[in-house]
C-alpha cells in the first residue's frame, strides 16, 4: 500500500483482510521492513488451514507464533537496525501530523498535475482514482524518447523517474511523491527541469 500515512485509509472500517506497505513509501523509512495487517478473518483463515505452508520463507503461520511469544522458534533474526530507523519515521509521522500529512500529499499532486498538465502530460486514470503518491501520467506526443528524456533529468538534474512497466513501456511515467519526498521544492525542481529540457527542444 504505497499510500500509508500519506491519504486516509480506513483499513477495519472497510473489511480489508491484509494490507502491507514497504517502510521506503510515505514513511521514508529505509526500505527492508514491511508493515502489515491482518484481520481476524484472515488470522482465522491462516489458524484454520488444512496444508501445510509450502514456504518456509513465508510461513505466516510460524511468523504469527513467533510474534505471540510462543516457545522460541528461529524463524529470522531481527534487522533491529531498521526498526528503529522506523521507530523514526513513525515519530516524524506523529510529529507532523496525519492530517497535515495527508493534506501535504493533496497540495504537493495538485501543484505537480498542474505543472505537468501544462508540459502536454496528461494523466492515465481518471481524477477520482488517482492516488497523490504515485502519478502515471502519459508523455506528449512531441517526446519521441522517453528513456533518454529520463536519463536526462537523473545525470543532470539528479531526478529518477520511473518508466513505465509491461505494456506500458515507453508510453507512460510513474513520478512518486511520497514521505519526505512529498514537497513543494521536489515539484518545482522537477517541473524546472522538465521545462528546461523540453524548452531546448
Same mark, same amino acid.
Given at each position: ?36 495487517? @491482518? ?6 483463515? =491462516?489458524?484454520? /488451514? %488444512? ?5 518456509? +520463507?513465508?510461513? &505466516? ?40 500529512? @495527508? ?6 499532486? =495538485?501543484?505537480? /498535475? %498542474? ?5 502536454? +502530460?496528461?494523466? &492515465? ?77
Amino acid at each position: 500500500m504505497t499510500s500509508y500515512c500519506g491519504v486516509p485509509r480506513e483499513v477495519d472500517k472497510w473489511g480489508i483482510d491484509a494490507v502491507y506497505t514497504g517502510t521506503q513509501k510515505c514513511l521514508s523509512a529505509p526500505p527492508g521492513l514491511s508493515p502489515i495487517s @491482518f484481520s481476524p478473518r484472515a488470522v482465522a483463515a =491462516l489458524e484454520n /488451514r %488444512k496444508t501445510k505452508v509450502q514456504s518456509w +520463507f513465508l510461513d &505466516l503461520s510460524l511468523v504469527k507464533n513467533y510474534w505471540a511469544g510462543a516457545k522460541r522458534a528461529y524463524h529470522h533474526t531481527g534487522p533491529v537496525s531498521a526498526m528503529f530507523a522506523l521507530r523514526e519515521a513513525y515519530r516524524l509521522v506523529l510529529e507532523e501530523g496525519l492530517e497535515n500529512r @495527508f493534506d501535504r500529499h493533496r497540495k504537493n499532486h =495538485l501543484l505537480l /498535475r %498542474k505543472g505537468l498538465e501544462g508540459l502536454g +502530460f496528461k494523466y &492515465l486514470v481518471e481524477e477520482a482514482y488517482r492516488l497523490p503518491q504515485l502519478n502515471a501520467v502519459l508523455l506528449p506526443k512531441s517526446i519521441k524518447d522517453e528513456a533518454k528524456l529520463r536519463k536526462q533529468l537523473l545525470t543532470e538534474y539528479n531526478i529518477e523517474v520511473g518508466g513505465g512497466l509491461g505494456g506500458f513501456a515507453g508510453k507512460i511515467w510513474r513520478i512518486g511523491l511520497m514521505g519526505e519526498s512529498c514537497t513543494e521544492n521536489h515539484v518545482n525542481m522537477l517541473l524546472g527541469a522538465l521545462r528546461s529540457i523540453l524548452g531546448e527542444r
